[in-house]
């Protein structure tokens, strides 16, 4: 059995202006773009949410709410390096972490042996972790997968913590409404409702051949997660941990200088991977790698900040010492600081598209 945590920060952008001006907290406030430009907000703190003031909401709209409302504008730069602190904090508990977004990730403690073993207690570990180095306030779901996991990390928000254990799930989630379900948007909760299914203990009676020509191939989902049941697995792809180029030559290359000549080539490349994906600031090592002929591989490191032709020389040197075989590729890596991974750094650009 898995053992999951999702983690979802607390107001999570307000959260960080609250702990840099404190004054913020006790008034409603919130984050995001003007009124007169017609801005959005990105979210708000608790008590503004009392005044019906949401994420996503028009600025001029939540002032009609809440007149008192402070209105701070969006520092994304600075969201993005607490971001990577709390990735920092998870990585001390456990490597299988997916993030989600800036704020939210789901950890798999299942192997972990630290605090006996248990993802609670790992949990308010990670919670009390992130307030004392961080200065803001988590919310965690502990349960056996995913889905019930990320719907716990909700129910005591903010600064919350709920765990379902093994034996709860099933009645957890038959209490849960349809809207619960990943994937369950407006539409898809109207047609359920019209078919007579509002929680997922009503979507357990279904008929699956009735849900399938309705649903295709989700109806199977659908019916899952009405049980509480999800198969999912923790994607730790999405942090991505190096940047690399390589090439498998048709003919073989002699070992010595043919393939020290290919280096400035695949240097240029390597350069504009680094660039086009602006990795620069990650830097921690550079690498080479090189299989022979006899489809042995080597890899050569060292420590560094910036990939210069003279480092990769020397390592590419140092690699075909090796062995004195023909070379059938040649490859040059960077292995990064783990930062934020790809996705991530990709979100608020969709939120700077959505609100600014
Ligand atoms: P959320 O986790 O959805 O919201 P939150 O952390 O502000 O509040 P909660 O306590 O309910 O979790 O989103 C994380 C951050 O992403 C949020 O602080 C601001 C940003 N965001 C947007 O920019 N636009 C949006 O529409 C949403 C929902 C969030
Ligand atoms: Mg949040």
């Not at 979802?8 to 006790?26: G, K, Q, T, V, Y």
């Not at 009503?202 to 659908?222: E, I, N, V, Y």
């Not at 792809?237 to 690399?244: A, C, G, H, P």
């Not at 390597?270 to 890899?299: H, M, P």
């Amino acid at each position: 059995m898995q053992k999951i945590i999702h983690i979802d920060a607390d107001c999570f952008f307000a959260a960080i202006e609250m702990r840099d001006d404190p004054s913020l907290a006790d008034r409603p406030f919130a984050v995001g773009g003007s009124a007169e430009g017609r801005g959005v907000l990105t979210t708000c703190n608790y008590p503004a949410r009392e005044y019906g003031v949401r994420s996503a909401m028009p600025t001029a709209q939540a002032y009609r709410l809440c007149p008192e409302l402070l209105v701070m504008p969006v520092n994304i730069p600075k969201y993005r390096g607490v971001s990577a602190q709390m990735l920092d904090i998870f990585e001390r508990f456990t490597d299988q972490i997916e993030p989600l977004s800036l704020d939210e990730a789901f950890l798999d403690v299942t192997e972990v042996t630290d605090f006996a073993g248990s993802a609670s207690r790992i949990a308010e570990a990670i919670r009390s972790t992130v307030r004392t180095e961080l200065g803001i306030t988590v919310s965690a779901g502990v349960s056996v997968n995913k889905f019930i996991a990320k719907v716990a990390s909700d129910w005591h928000k903010p600064d919350g913590l709920k765990v379902v254990p093994p034996e709860e799930v099933d009645s957890f989630a038959a209490a849960l409404g349809i809207r619960a379900i990943p994937g369950v948007g407006p539409v898809t909760a109207e047609k359920l409702n019209r078919m007579g299914f509002k929680t997922c203990a009503d979507l357990r009676r279904a008929d699956p051949l009735k849900l399938k020509r309705r649903f295709g191939s989700f109806s199977q989902t659908l019916l899952e997660r009405a049980h509480g049941q999800d198969r999912r697995r923790i994607n730790t792809q999405r942090i991505r941990k190096s940047v690399s180029v390589e090439h498998t030559y048709s003919n073989d290359l002699a070992n010595g200088d043919p393939c020290l000549g290919k280096l400035p080539g695949l240097l240029k490349e390597l350069r504009q991977r680094i660039e086009k994906a602006d990795l620069s600031g990650r830097i921690r090592k550079a690498y080479v790698k090189i299989k022979f002929n006899d489809f042995s591989t080597t890899t050569v490191e060292r420590v560094g900040t910036a990939v210069t032709l003279e480092d990769y020389r020397e390592l590419l040197v140092e690699g075909l010492a090796r062995k004195e075989l023909p070379v059938r590729l040649l490859g040059l890596g960077a292995r990064l600081d783990p930062g934020l991974p790809e996705r991530y750094e990709q979100l608020p650009l969709r939120i700077e598209n959505r609100i600014l």
